[in-house]
């Protein structure tokens, strides 16, 4: 799975890019995007209705079973060393921020007064350093915004780990869906579906959401905020198995309108009710569904079996 893409599309996104270039957008997504999107479901009444209504449920990541899921590393470290005096080392960093010093009665134009605006400096990026200490000890450990929300998607159907761990023990089903861009879909699915980054570290926020420049200014850019996303989408490598997609957003309610999807895969152990009531919905949606087949020889599935 490619993810080389990303952080460039989520800058783009960001900066406004695609609202003069959608032809540009539309090729993105559509070169990077897979056909076709699987959501393993348990069989529970809720998420049954959520089926029969084209919607899909979203989840604070804190609920989810991997307890790094969207928390952002930090080093304070790594904030004084690499921010903190990479603003004192450079004389051309200080003509930079003349009209922000203008408010000090001091004459910019003589070196003699380089240790003076080095003072003047040093207290402004202390200040700034100072809320960024405030945001490490109370913001960055619970960055898992109140209302920041997700919904998980693979690559694939066939993974035994995931009907075992997200469709209650292969009692459950697997939806497929084809999210990638449309005239009627949701912006929030397609803007913001998009892989999961898979890596050793985590990605230490302390890199690259603050620089001098934010500091200084007290601004954050939308390349910062692109950053940020773009952090919040990585997991451990021990998940890559999962290959994992997301839609991430910000809301209060708790699900997302999605189109209808292309099948439904039903687990090995479906109750026969519940294989009942699904059949009959996908009827009525005139979506094929399929049964789960466990090879005979090897631990895996065989092809899935279009139920008549």
């Avoid at 559509?30 to 056909?35: D, S």
């Avoid at 420049?213 to 952090?231: G, P, Q």
């Avoid at 290959?243 to 309108?257: D, P, Y």
């Avoid at 209808?260 to 699904?278: F, H, Q, R, S």
Wanted: aromatic share 14%; hydrophobic share 30%; charged share 30%.
């Amino acid at each position: 799975m490619k993810t080389d893409w990303v952080e460039n599309y989520l800058v783009k996104l960001h900066n406004g890019y695609y609202e003069n270039n959608i032809a540009d957008y539309i090729k993105d997504k559509a070169n990077n995007t897979p056909n076709c999107l699987y959501k393993y479901c348990s069989p529970s009444k809720n998420s049954i209705r959520n089926f029969e209504n084209d919607l899909i449920y979203l989840q604070h990541p804190s609920k989810f079973n991997d307890p790094f899921d969207s928390m952002l590393g930090y080093s304070k470290k790594d904030l004084y060393n690499n921010f903190f005096f990479a603003a004192m080392e450079k004389e051309d960093k200080y003509k930079k921020y003349i009209p922000l010093l203008k408010q000090y009665d001091v004459d910019f134009s003589e070196k003699a007064n380089i240790p003076i605006i080095r003072d003047i400096l040093f207290k402004r990026v202390n200040d700034g350093m100072d809320q960024i200490a405030e945001y490490s000890n109370e913001i960055f450990p619970k960055l898992q915004l109140k209302n920041y929300k997700v919904s998980c998607f693979s690559e694939i159907n066939n993974s035994e780990l995931m009907w075992a761990h997200y469709a209650r023990s292969h009692t459950g089903y697997c939806i497929g869906y084809d999210l990638r861009y449309n005239e009627k879909i949701d912006n929030n699915v397609d803007s913001f579906l998009l892989p999961v980054i898979y890596s050793e570290y985590r990605p230490k926020i302390t890199d690259s959401f603050l620089d001098v420049d934010n500091i200084l200014s007290a601004t954050n850019s939308d390349d910062t905020i692109a950053k940020v996303v773009f952090h919040l989408l990585h997991k451990s490598k021990q998940w890559e198995y999962e290959k994992e997609w997301r839609i991430t957003t910000i809301q209060e309610g708790n699900t997302l309108n999605v189109p209808t999807p292309k099948a439904v895969y039903l687990g090995v152990n479906i109750d026969k009710y519940d294989k009942e009531t699904i059949v009959s919905i996908a009827k009525r949606k005139k979506i094929p569904v399929y049964q789960m087949k466990l090879s005979e020889e090897k631990y895996e599935f065989d092809k899935p079996e279009l139920v008549k």
